[in-house]
C-alpha cells in the first residue's frame, strides 16, 4: 500500500461525512422551505451565528467544548465494542464534583481532576454490571442516566444550593475559574483541555499497548482472548476512561462558561451532552480526531441557531438538521449506495 | 474438445481492487458443460478473485463473461445463481445458530415480503436431493454444533438445492478428513454423470489429479496454461504453478528425542454443549520431538488444543510444561513461559480481518519490550518485524499497512504461521498449519516445523490432513471421541490400522 492509499483510507471516511453533512444540509433546506421558511436566508443567519465573527466564532468553540468530550466517550466504547451511553450521568456528576471541591481547594486543577476522578466511579457499576453480570450496557447505562439525573438535581438543589440565588448551585469560586480565550465571550481555556484530551485519547488508542488491547477487543474477542488479552479488562478500561473524559466535559463545563460558573436549575447547563456526544460521535467515525471537527460542527450549528431563530425559523429546526445528518452518517449502507450511484465501475 | 462451445468463458478479465492490488491481469478459461475443471494456483494467485468475479461479487475491472455463448453479466450472487451458477466459499457463510434446513432454504423464501415459507415441502425436496445422491446431513441441528465437515455439504446442498449447473467449490477439501474427500468426490462424480459442471479449486495435486478432467494453472494473475488431467504429473502441475521445479518432500534426520517439554496427566475437559469432549488423556512431547494427533474432526482436538493454551478450562487433570505446573494459567502467561500457537480458526481466532498486517504481526506478543519506546508502542519496529515475517514467508499481500482481509486465505495463513514462530517458542503447539496453504509453502511450513524438532524445540501437530501426520511426527496419536486409541510410530503402522483407529477400535499399545 502506498502513501497514496493509505491517505485514502483516511479519505474515505473524511468523505463520507462531508457527504452526509451536506445531504443533511440540503434535505434541511427542502424541509426548511417546504415549511414555509426562506431556506437560504436561514442558513446565511446560521452560518453568520457560527462564523461570522471573531465572537460567534467563540460561542461555537464553547459550544464544541462538552461536545467533543463526551463525543470521546461513546467513540472509545464503540471501539472497544460497547455501545456506552452513559455519558449523560458522567456529565452531571462531574459539574457537581467540581463545584464541591473547588469551594475548598481553590483552583482549576483540582476541579478538573475531580471531574476526571468523579466521572470515572461514576462509569464503574455499569462496567462491573457488564462485566460480572453480562447486563447490556446500553440497559443499565440508560438507567444510571435516570438515577444520575435526579441524585444530581437533589445534590444541587439541597447540598450545594447556592443560598444567594435559588436558581443555580454555588458558584466556581474566582481562584478555580478558567480564563477566558476571548474577551467577553464564554470560550474558555476549557475548549483547549478538550483538545488536548482528544489527542491524548488517540495516541492512547492507536500508539499504546492498552489501546491496542482496546480495538483487538473490539473488533474480536476471540482473537484478543486468543492474543493473551483479556476483553473484560479491555471493557472496564472503555468504561473508566470514557468516564473521565465525560466527567471532564461536566467540571469544564461549570469552571469555564461565565457568567454563572454553576450548575443551573434543572441541570439546565449540563443537560443533553451526553446524548449529543453520540451523534458528535458517529459523525466523526468514532475517531478523536474526527470527533474534533464534527463536535466544532455541532457547536456551530447550535451557536447558529440563535441567529437563525431571528429569521423565524424555531430552534428545534437547527435539531432536525443534526438528526438528518447523523442519520445519513449512521447508515453507511444508504451512503454505499449513493457512492455506487456515482462509481460504477470500481469494486 | 476445443471445437465444442464452452459452457462458460470468462474473457480476458482484469480485476484491480480499489487499494491498487492487481489480482487479475487479463484471464480467460474456458469450461466445458459436464466437465471438472480444476484451478490451481499459489496462494494469492487470484482463483478466488476470479471465482468471486464470476459469481456476481465482484465486478471485473474489464473482461466479459458468456454463459453458453451468450454474453452476461452478473450483479450479485443472486443474479449468478438464477442463471445457474453456484459457489462454496473458502469461508462459511452459514448463519451458526440456524439449521441445516433453514441456512438452505434462507434467501429463498419467495419475493413478496408476505410470502409464505413452504417449510415442509422444503423439507421433502431436499430429503429428495440428498437420497438421490447419497449425501445426508442432519437437518434440525444447528450449523455451530456440526462439525465442518457437514457445514460443507450444507453449503453445497445449499447451491444444489438452487438447481445451479455450474459449481464452484472454492478449496472444498481444505477441511476434510481424507474419508470425508472421499465421500466429496462420489458425490461429485455423480453430478458429473448428472451434466453438472464443476470448477475445482484445491491445493492438494493428489485431489486434482484424481478428481479433474482439466487443470487450469494460474500464477500471479495470469493464466499459465491448461492441460488434460489425463496427460498431466503432480510434478508438471507444480512447475507450472510454481515456474521451477519444485521438491516435494521433507527432509527430516533420525533424531535422539530429549527431555520432556510438555506433559498432560489425566486431562478432562468439555465442549461447548457441557459433553466430555476430552477424556482422561496423558501424553507427552519432548524436546527434539514432532508429536501429532491424526482423528476425524470433532473428536476433541480442538478442546484439547484449547485447554492446553489456556482458552478453554480444565476440568480435571494436570498440565506442565519443563516440569512446571502450567494447569489453568493465562494465555499470557502460557507465552511468556514458551509456548506458541497456530490456531485451527485463522479468521475468528487467529487474526483481526480489520487489522493491517503489522498490527496482526505482534499480537500474543504486543507487550515484549522490543516492541515499545517507554509507554508507546513502536510502529517502526512493529513494522520492521511485520517485513521480516513477510519476507521470511513469502506472504504476498497489498503492503504491512493493508488490513488482513485484503489478503488471500493461504497468505493469512502464512502470516500466522510466520508470526508464531517468531515468537521463538520452545514448545509450539500446530493445529492445521497447512490448512489452504499452496504446495511450496506447505513444504515451506511443514520444513520450518521439522527445523524447530532439529533445534531441539516441542511440537505438537494436530491436523485432520493425515499424510501431514504421517509425513511428519515422530509419534503420533490418534483421537476418538476425546480419547487416543493407541499412540504408534508412524514408520511403522500400516493405513489398516490408523483407519481402525480412527473409526474408534483402539490399537495394540506401541512402545
Ligand atoms: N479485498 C481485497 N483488497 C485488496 N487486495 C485483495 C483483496 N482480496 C484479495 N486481494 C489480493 O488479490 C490477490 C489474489 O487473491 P485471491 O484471494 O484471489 O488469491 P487465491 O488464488 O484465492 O489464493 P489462496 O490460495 O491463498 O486462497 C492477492 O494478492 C490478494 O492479496
Ligand atoms: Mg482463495
Not at chain 2, 482484469?14 to 496462494?43: F, H, M, Q, R, S
Not at chain 2, 535422539?256 to 496423558?282: N, Q
Request: hydrophobic share 45%; net charge neutral.
Amino acid at each position: 500500500m502506498s502513501l497514496k492509499n493509505e491517505l485514502r483510507s483516511y479519505l474515505k471516511p473524511l468523505g463520507e461525512s462531508v457527504l452526509a453533512i451536506l445531504i443533511g444540509a440540503f434535505i434541511g433546506a427542502v424541509v426548511l422551505w417546504l415549511s414555509g421558511y426562506d431556506a437560504i436566508a436561514a442558513y446565511k443567519a446560521l452560518i453568520q451565528g457560527s462564523f461570522g465573527s471573531l465572537g460567534n466564532f467563540a460561542e461555537t468553540l464553547s459550544k464544541s467544548t462538552p461536545l467533543i468530550l463526551t463525543a470521546i466517550t461513546f467513540a472509545i466504547g464503540a471501539r472497544t465494542g460497547l455501545f456506552n451511553i452513559g455519558a449523560e450521568g458522567a456529565v452531571y456528576f462531574g459539574a457537581i464534583a467540581a463545584v464541591a471541591v473547588t469551594q475548598n481547594l481553590r483552583n482549576p486543577v483540582s476541579g478538573i481532576l475531580a471531574g476526571l476522578l468523579v466521572g470515572a466511579l461514576w462509569m464503574l457499576p455499569a462496567a462491573v454490571l457488564k462485566v460480572y453480570r453480562g447486563v447490556h450496557e446500553v440497559i443499565s447505562t440508560i438507567m444510571f442516566n435516570w438515577i444520575a439525573f435526579y441524585l444530581a438535581s437533589w445534590l444541587a438543589l439541597e447540598v450545594y444550593e447556592n443560598p444567594m440565588n435559588p436558581n443555580s448551585t454555588l458558584p466556581i469560586p474566582p481562584g478555580a475559574r478558567l480564563p477566558l480565550l476571548v474577551k467577553n465571550s464564554t470560550l474558555s481555556l476549557g475548549f483547549v483541555i478538550a483538545l488536548f484530551t482528544a489527542v491524548v485519547v488517540y495516541i492512547l488508542m492507536w500508539h499504546t499497548k492498552l489501546g491496542y488491547e482496546l480495538r483487538t477487543s473490539g473488533l474480536n474477542s476471540k482473537a484478543a482472548e486468543y492474543g493473551g488479552i483479556n476483553p473484560k479488562v479491555a471493557m472496564l478500561w472503555s468504561f473508566v476512561i470514557g468516564g473521565m473524559t465525560a466527567g471532564l466535559a461536566g467540571a469544564l463545563q461549570v469552571m469555564g462558561v461565565p457568567p454563572s460558573y454553576s450548575i443551573s436549575q434543572g441541570l439546565a447547563n449540563v443537560y443533553g451532552y451526553g446524548f449529543d456526544g453520540i451523534g458528535v460521535s458517529l459523525v466523526g467515525r468514532n475517531h478523536p480526531l474526527g470527533v474534533i471537527f464534527a463536535g466544532i460542527l455541532f457547536g456551530a450549528l447550535n451557536a447558529g441557531a440563535t441567529q437563525m431563530q431571528q429569521t423565524g425559523v424555531p430552534l428545534e429546526m437547527v435539531k432536525v438538521i443534526e438528526g438528518i445528518i447523523i442519520v445519513a452518517v449512521a447508515v453507511p449502507g444508504l451512503l454505499d449506495m449513493f457512492l455506487k450511484l456515482f462509481r460504477r465501475d470500481r469494486a | 474438445m476445443e471445437e465444442r462451445t464452452p459452457v462458460l468463458e470468462m474473457r480476458d478479465i482484469v480485476k484491480v481492487y480499489p487499494d491498487g492490488t492487481k489480482a487479475l491481469k487479463g484471464v480467460t478459461i474456458k469450461v466445458y458443460e459436464g466437465e471438472i475443471l480444476g484451478l490451481l494456483g499459489e496462494n494469492g494467485a487470484g482463483k478466488t478473485t476470479l471465482m468471486k468475479v464470476l459469481f456476481g461479487m465482484l465486478k471485473p475491472t474489464r473482461g466479459k463473461i458468456f454463459l453458453r455463448g451468450k454474453e452476461v453479466r452478473f450483479k450479485s450472487p443472486a443474479d449468478a445463481i438464477a442463471n445457474g451458477i453456484g459457489m462454496v466459499h473458502q469461508h462459511f457463510t452459514l448463519v451458526e445458530v440456524f439449521n441445516a434446513l433453514e441456512n438452505i432454504i434462507l434467501g429463498m423464501e419467495g419475493h413478496g415480503i408476505f410470502s409464505k415459507i413452504d417449510v415442509e415441502n422444503a423439507r421433502k425436496k431436499l430429503q429428495k436431493l440428498m437420497d438421490e445422491l447419497n449425501f445426508q446431513v442432519p437437518l434440525d441441528v444447528p450449523v455451530e454444533n456440526l462439525p465442518v465437515g457437514v457445514q460443507q455439504r450444507i453449503e453445497i446442498l445449499k447451491m444444489l438445492y438452487r438447481d445451479v449447473d455450474i459449481l464452484i467449490l472454492d478449496e472444498p477439501t481444505a477441511v476434510l478428513t481424507p474419508i470425508e474427500v472421499k465421500e466429496l468426490f462420489a458425490v461429485l462424480r455423480k453430478l458429473k454423470e448428472r451434466g453438472k459442471t464443476i470448477i475445482f479449486i484445491s491445493h492438494k495435486l493428489n485431489e486434482v489429479m484424481e478428481i479433474t478432467d482439466r487443470v487450469t494453472v494460474i500464477r500471479k494473475g495470469e493464466v499459465v496454461g491448461t492441460v488434460k488431467t489425463s496427460e498431466a504429473t503432480p510434478q508438471l502441475l507444480a512447475r507450472m504453478m510454481v515456474g521451477r521445479d519444485v521438491v516435494l518432500r521433507i527432509e527430516k534426520p533420525p533424531k535422539e528425542p530429549g527431555e520432556v517439554i510438555f506433559r498432560v496427566e489425566d486431562l478432562w475437559v468439555k465442549g461447548d454443549r457441557g459433553e466430555e469432549a476430552v477424556r482422561g488423556l496423558t501424553f507427552e512431547v519432548r524436546a527434539g520431538e514432532i508429536f501429532g494427533i491424526a482423528g476425524v474432526e470433532g473428536n476433541g482436538q480442538s478442546e484439547l488444543i484449547e485447554a492446553i493454551t489456556g482458552l478453554r478450562k480444565i476440568e480435571k487433570g494436570r498440565v506442565y510444561l519443563k516440569g512446571v505446573d502450567i494447569t489453568g494459567k493465562k494465555p499470557r502467561e502460557l507465552y511468556d513461559l514458551g509456548i506458541a500457537h497456530i490456531p485451527e480458526d485463522r479468521t475468528h481466532m487467529g487474526l483481526i480481518l480489520e487489522m493491517s498486517v503489522m498490527e496482526n504481526s505482534i499480537l500474543g506478543m504486543h507487550w515484549r519490550k522490543e516492541f515499545s519506546r517507554g509507554f508507546l508502542l513502536d510502529w517502526g519496529r512493529v513494522e520492521a518485524h511485520a517485513r521480516e515475517l513477510v519476507e521470511e514467508f513469502e506472504i504476498s499481500a497489498p503492503g504491512t499497512k493493508a488490513p488482513v482481509k485484503s489478503l488471500s486465505g493461504g497468505n493469512q495463513q502464512k502470516l500466522i504461521v510466520a508470526r508464531e514462530v517468531s515468537k521463538r517458542p520452545e514448545f509450539i503447539i500446530a493445529a492445521q498449519p497447512t490448512r489452504g496453504v499452496d504446495v511450496a509453502s506447505t513444504e515451506y511450513i511443514r520444513n520450518y516445523l521439522v527445523k524447530l524438532r532439529n533445534e531441539n524445540k516441542a511440537v505438537l501437530l494436530v491436523s485432520a490432513d493425515l499424510d501431514e501426520v504421517l509425513q511428519l511426527s515422530d509419534r503420533m496419536a490418534i483421537m476418538y471421541e476425546g480419547q487416543f486409541m493407541g499412540i504408534v510410530n508412524p514408520e511403522e503402522v500400516t493405513e489398516e490400522q490408523i483407519g481402525l483407529m480412527m473409526g474408534g477400535v483402539k490399537g495394540e499399545p506401541q512402545k
